[in-house]
């Protein structure tokens, strides 16, 4: 894999810790459907966003 990749799969995979590392911590029911929600609309825009530089770079 190409240095832009490694780059692509670590942001990706600490969007993962983050998300389930707040998950863990924020208290209640809803306010953690609500950050589920944000942190997995923000996680697959980042990746998304990521993945289309990448393979531009490339």
Do not use: E, F, K
Request: no cysteine; hydrophobic share 55%.
């Amino acid at each position: 894999m190409s240095t832009s990749r490694w780059i692509a799969v670590t942001v990706l995979a600490a969007t993962v810790v983050i998300g389930v590392a707040l998950y863990r911590v924020s208290p209640g029911i809803t306010s953690r459907g609500l950050l589920a929600t944000v942190w997995a609309v923000w996680g697959v825009n980042l990746g998304v966003n990521t993945t289309v530089l990448v393979l531009h770079r490339d």
